[in-house]
């Protein structure tokens, strides 16, 4: 059974950081392209940050604008999301996911966590 586990969002006033993790089991990072995704309420959830299935694509948000690094690491089977100068429009519910197809858009991923709630105060 797979399962994506997030960790690390909390309460962070404008311009902090914070550093999300996603452990995964029942399957190999290695094999699969990962993903980060938010929700804000009302909003459609939409790309944070991804890496692509054969590693050479790292996609961004456009709203990301350097701020945010996706990393993976292999060994530990852990996807991470490193936040910087966060501003309250980030605060959202974040999300990791995992697709076996080379692709970075919502519809590709197949298994998803249950997600961490990022708050940004002003």
């Known amino acids: 059974q797979v399962q994506l586990v997030e960790s690390g969002g909390g309460l962070v006033q404008a311009g902090g950081s914070l550093r999300l993790s996603c452990a995964a089991s029942g399957l190999t990072f290695r094999n699969f392209g990962v993903g980060w995704f938010r929700q804000a309420p009302g909003k459609e959830r939409e790309l944070v940050a991804a890496?692509?299935?054969?590693?050479?694509?790292?996609a961004y948000g456009d709203y990301v604008k350097g701020r945010f690094t996706i990393s993976k690491d292999n060994a530990a089977n852990t996807l991470y999301l490193q936040m910087n100068s966060l501003t309250p429009e980030d605060t959202a519910v974040y999300y990791c996911?995992?697709?076996?197809?080379?692709?970075?858009?919502?519809?590709?991923?197949?298994?998803w966590g249950q997600g961490t709630q990022v708050t940004v105060s002003s």
């Open positions: 996911a995992a697709t076996a197809r080379n692709s970075v858009s919502v519809g590709a991923y197949d298994y």
């Open positions: 890496i692509s299935l054969n590693g050479v694509t790292t």
